[in-house]
């Protein structure tokens, strides 16, 4: 049974996916004892923000390697992170959709201390405007802190060669991302999962005969 593997996960390349590389301009505002952050002005290197997303758009340091716990306890990956206060931050990967692949994007959803609500949310657009849209599913965040979302879909001989684009979208007053990945895998074969399934069954009897 441990000889059946469908393959090895891919990684698809996402620009700027925790947010580290910040724009020319830096993060020119200031929010407290080593906080900072950006507007929609300023862009996020590798990521577009689409139009009607509001000015306040961009990255942000809260200050937490610092033992600045104002906003967050802490973020997933680096200092860190993207936020807006209503709109729309995506990104087009490459390469397009290729059939039989299993695409799987998991992201960082944070809930910030001083805001009651949780209001981030991800997706990946397959297909480009108009075209479908697979919600990244997940645990909600505790106050402070950061959950992983995920989605995923199956490339298919109808999708195949159209863009896939990453989402992350907030509503008033903020959502908050970091830490975004997206791999792919080939679909098991029916030949392969047949031998997993005979292999497992093999698996329990031994099991059982030593238990009897």
Known sequence: MFFVASGFATVITVNNPSFETLPATGLPIGCGADCFFSESDSGIPGWEIAPGSVVRTGQFQPGTQDGNLTFFNSLSEGITSAYT??????????????????????????????IPSFDSSADLLVGGPGGQVFMATGTPPPLGGWSTFTARFVGTDANEGEPITIQLIGSPPQGNFDNVSLTSVPVPEPSSMLLLGSGVLGLAQVIRRKLM
């Open 85 to 114: 206060n209503g709109g729309t931050i995506f990104q087009t990967v490459l390469p397009a959709v290729q059939d039989g692949q299993i695409y799987t994007l998991t992201v960082d959803l944070g809930h910030r201390n001083d």
